[in-house]
């Protein structure tokens, strides 16, 4: 049984170099084999990542790795579909495999715990947390969370069986947050998964990133999902410099908006519309849903006014403005104006030099310390 990460990375080699670092500093008690794999999902960054992958191995010459190999991913494919499929060609079975993102940051010592988890659980799929928002001071090497005091409150260290809250908190649908099996039992479920997301009447750039929301309802369906409420990642860098606030911020969650009608369209399938286990997510879902409306309008992220407007309609939730400015609240009011204002992805902030200037060695000195 080996531990296997997956790192798929598409144009964004400077947070793979962080992202990738905070895993090969990953130490552990216990021997046992342990690989990553870096598809790159993108031919014209070949050499980049290739470059990148070098850079971080000769700046962790202790890493605990047998190897880290660079593969080209299939492009021909929806990427979520090459990416489990890249799993199910490299590893065997019962092997653990994990998929970390590009973007985000690994925490200390989580990989072996997940190790230890995975090898003792029954379950084949199983979940954690991640953390939100973090800060980093300009010219400072200083991090700072948002509830910085929790992150490493919880010291118990247990899985257990999920229930339909965790599914709302954890899993929707951040890979990282993920540790799996390769079994045939988890196969069954990834291809049920891929099942309903090819059922679903939306472009695969909507429909397909959900697979792994769409995983975790089918091994909650078939009880063999287990949870930890413990965070262990730090969830999507985009190095933002940002004057008015802080001089730079990491991380920014997706189109929450988009996520939650995503998701209600899931659990209105064939094989989950009529199933009482899941009414619990579907009430916190369309609860949400209206917080979010005028974000998701201005900010689609790729997605068409008319497909999202059918996301509405499928979903059988109204499009309420007025419903939306009765619940207007000052978060509300800073969220929206975060992602029209401030997000590098409209004022293409050059991120590159930052990114590749700053040492992650500081800023995870910081984390082992308050951890410890």
């Known amino acids: ?80 579909k090459n990416i489990y499929g890249t799993i199910r060609n490299l590893t065997k079975e019962e092997d653990i495999a994990i998929i970390h993102c590009d973007d985000d940051i690994m925490l200390p010592k989580t990989l072996s715990e997940r190790y230890y988890f995975a090898t003792t659980s029954k379950q084949d799929v199983l979940i954690a947390k991640a953390i939100g928002t973090a800060y980093f001071f300009e010219n400072k090497n200083y991090v700072c969370f948002t509830g910085f005091k929790k992150v490493f409150e919880n010291k118990s260290n247990k899985y257990f069986p999920a229930i339909s809250d965790d599914l709302t908190n954890y899993s929707i649908p951040f890979l990282s947050v993920y540790t799996f099996k390769t079994t045939i039992g988890f196969w069954k479920l ?110 689609r992220d790729g997605v068409k006014f008319n497909e999202l407007k059918y996301l509405f309609e499928t979903t059988s939730t109204p499009l309420n403005l007025v419903n939306f400015i009765t619940k207007i609240n000052i978060k509300t009011l800073r969220n929206l104006f975060n992602n029209l204002i401030l997000d590098t992805r409209y004022i293409k902030t050059n991120i590159k030099g930052w990114g590749e200037k700053n040492s992650l060695k500081s800023f995870w000195n910081k984390l082992e310390n308050n951890n410890n």
Not at 10 to 27: A, E, G, I, Y
Not at 210 to 226: Q, R, T
Request: charged content about 20%; proline content about 5%.
């Open 190 to 299: 990834y291809d049920q998964a891929i099942g309903w997301s090819d059922e679903m009447p939306y472009h695969p750039r909507i429909k397909y990133p959900f697979v792994p929301f769409f995983i975790g309802l089918s091994a909650f369906k078939n009880k063999n999902l287990s949870c930890s409420d413990t965070n262990i990642v730090i969830r999507g860098q985009l190095f933002k410099f940002n004057k008015i606030n802080l001089p730079v911020i990491i991380t920014e969650y997706a189109n929450t908006g988009i996520i939650l009608l995503t998701g209600l369209s899931a659990l209105m399938n064939k094989d989950l519309a009529n199933d009482k286990d899941y009414n619990k997510i579907r009430e916190d879902f369309k609860n949400n849903v209206d917080d979010f409306v005028l974000q998701t309008l201005f900010r």
């Open 1 to 80: 049984m080996s531990l296997v990460i997956f790192v798929p990375t598409f144009k964004r080699p400077t947070t793979l170099l962080w992202s990738l670092d905070s895993v090969l500093k990953q130490k552990f008690n216990t021997d046992f084999q342990r690989r990553i794999i870096v598809i790159n999902n993108d031919h014209e960054t070949k050499t980049e990542v290739e470059k990148t992958v070098a850079a971080v191995t000769k700046n962790n010459p202790s890493h605990q790795f047998a190897e880290i190999i660079v593969i080209q991913g299939n492009t021909s494919m929806p990427a979520i």
